[in-house]
C-alpha cells in the first residue's frame, strides 16, 4: 500500500471518533467534516506549487514565496464530497472546483453518473478528487478516470475513511494516483458498507434517509 497515506494526527483522529457515533448530529457530523478536511488538507497540499513574489513588509521589501492558487483544482464528488469540498476552499479560496455526480447503484455497487463539469485546463493543475468514503473503490477509481480523460496528469484523492478491498481496487486502476485518508477501517459488510465506518456519508451530511 504504498501510496497510502493515512494521516493520523490526535485532532483528526478525535474528530473522526464524534463523527462516527450514531448519535452525532446532522450539524455536528458537517461541522466537523470541514474541519477534518483542513487538517487533512496539510497533507494532500504538501507539495503545492509556489511562486515567488515581491512584497514590502514594515521592514523592508523581500521576495516571499505565494501557492499558485488558480493551478488548484478541488473536484468534488457528488453528493458527500461537497462536505470535505468546503474546508478546502476555506484554505485555498481561489481554487477552481468541479463536481462529479455520481452514486452507488444499490444491487450491483457500481456508480451511476449523472453529472460532469469541470474546469478548463485539467492539464495545468494539481487536481484534489475529494470523497469522505472510499468503501468498494468504484466511485473514486471512476472520478479519477474521468478526470484523467479531461487532461489532468497531478491527480490525487482524498477521503476520510477507506476500506482495504476499495484501496486495492483503485490501486489497480490507478496505481499512480496516491490516496490521503483519516482511517483504513477493518472491512466492507455484505451490503457494501464500511465497518466499522460511519455509516451513509452523504444522508448524515445532509439529514437525508
Ligand atoms: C457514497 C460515497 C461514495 C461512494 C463510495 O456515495 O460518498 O461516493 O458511496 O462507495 P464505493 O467506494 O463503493 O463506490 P453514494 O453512492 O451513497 O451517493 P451520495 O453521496 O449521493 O449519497
Ligand atoms: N458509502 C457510504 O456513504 N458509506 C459507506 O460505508 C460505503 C459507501
Redesign the pocket.
Same mark, same amino acid.
Request: aromatic share 4%.
Given at each position: 500500500m504504498s501510496n497510502l497515506h493515512v494521516v493520523d494526527h490526535p485532532l483528526i483522529e478525535h474528530k473522526l471518533t464524534l463523527m462516527r457515533k450514531k448519535d452525532a448530529s446532522t450539524a455536528s457530523f458537517r461541522r466537523l467534516l470541514r474541519e477534518i478536511s483542513m487538517l487533512l488538507a496539510y497533507e494532500v497540499l504538501r507539495d503545492l506549487p509556489m511562486e515567488i513574489v515581491d512584497i514590502e513588509t514594515p521592514v523592508s521589501p523581500m521576495k516571499a514565496k505565494k501557492i499558485q492558487g488558480k493551478k488548484v483544482c478541488f473536484v468534488s464528488?457528488?453528493?458527500? #464530497?461537497d462536505g470535505l469540498l468546503q474546508g478546502l476552499l476555506d484554505l485555498v479560496p481561489v481554487a477552481r472546483v468541479g463536481h462529479l455526480g455520481?452514486?452507488?447503484d444499490h444491487k450491483t455497487?457500481e456508480?451511476v453518473w449523472y453529472y460532469n463539469k469541470l474546469p478548463d485546463k485539467m492539464g495545468e493543475r494539481v487536481t484534489v478528487v475529494v470523497?469522505?468514503?472510499?468503501?468498494?473503490?468504484?466511485?473514486?477509481a471512476a472520478a479519477v478516470t474521468e478526470v484523467q480523460k479531461s487532461g489532468a496528469k497531478d491527480v490525487r484523492f482524498l477521503a476520510l475513511v477507506s476500506a482495504p478491498e476499495?484501496y486495492q481496487r483503485f490501486a489497480e486502476e490507478h496505481p499512480d494516483v496516491p490516496v490521503y485518508t483519516a482511517a483504513l477501517d477493518e472491512k466492507l459488510n455484505e451490503k #457494501?458498507y464500511i465497518v466499522p465506518g460511519l455509516g451513509?456519508? #452523504?444522508?448524515r451530511l445532509f439529514g437525508t434517509k
Open positions: 464528488v457528488l453528493r458527500a #464530497g455520481m452514486y452507488r455497487l456508480p470523497d469522505p468514503m472510499l468503501a468498494t473503490g468504484g466511485s473514486a476499495g #457494501g451513509d456519508a #452523504g444522508d
